[in-house]
């Protein structure tokens, strides 16, 4: 079952990663997110984050769970929009990959 509304995982805190333009963001996933996702930090909007990594209990890997908590470093977006998200989505439902 996925999140409602598009919802995908619910944002609990965030900040830059380096100065390369990156962010991680840690919270619980609601629907599963995989790597090469893209995000947006709106119902709706045009998806504007690409998930570059997922790390969960200190472990990197290519899938976050459903009701997992976890760590996700997104490229692509914002510090204001991130800091004013509660929460990421994924529009169209499915969201595209990147291989």
């Not at 510090?79 to 004013?84: G, Q």
Request: proline share 5%.
């Amino acid at each position: 079952m996925k999140g409602a509304r598009g919802e995908v995982f619910k944002i609990d805190d965030m900040g830059p990663v380096g100065a390369d333009g990156r962010f991680v963001v840690r919270g619980r996933a609601y629907a599963d997110v995989r790597v090469g996702e893209l995000l947006s930090t709106s119902p709706g909007a045009e998806p504007s984050l690409r998930v570059e990594e997922i790390e969960t209990y200190r472990v990197r890997t290519e899938l976050l769970a459903r009701m997992m908590t976890g760590s996700l470093v997104v490229s692509g977006g914002t510090e204001a929009a991130l800091r004013a998200a509660v929460m990421l989505y994924r529009e169209p439902p499915g969201g595209e990959v990147a291989r």
